[in-house]
């Protein structure tokens, strides 16, 4: 496995969470990566993205609650998500995309995040 998320789980309303994702060098190194996630019902949706040297965007819906960040000698991302909403229940999936070349677009296995009422 070259992209390992982890992290997911069941809170309530106003808890926190942090995802991780750990990739390989060769996956990691010069990759914009990035959280997206697919809520019940919904499709695919980008959460954040953080460039390979720290330039991070969010989605409006996540901003001031959601904090991305990466690693770059451990090969690792991560998505704090504070404040969860009921909104913010989905699958996280983390993804590695590298537009020089070798070209890439990775993605890693699904996290469940579920956030109660």
């Known amino acids: 496995v070259q992209l390992q998320a982890s992290g997911g789980g069941a809170v309530q309303t106003g808890g926190s969470l942090r995802l991780s994702c750990a990739a390989s060098?060769?996956?990691?190194?010069?990759?914009?990566m990035a959280w997206h996630r697919q809520p019940p019902g919904k499709p695919l949706e980008l959460v954040a993205q953080?460039?390979?040297?720290?330039?991070?965007n969010y989605a409006d819906s996540v901003k001031g609650r959601f904090t991305i960040s990466r690693d770059n000698r451990k090969n690792t991302v991560w998505l704090r998500m504070d404040t969860l909403e009921p909104e913010d229940t989905a699958v996280y999936y983390c993804n590695a995309e590298r537009r020089v070349t070798p070209t890439l677009n990775q993605w890693g296995q699904g996290t469940l995040v579920t956030v109660s009422s």
């Open positions: 953080i460039t390979s040297s720290g330039t991070a």
């Open positions: 060098k060769s996956i990691f190194s010069r990759s914009t």
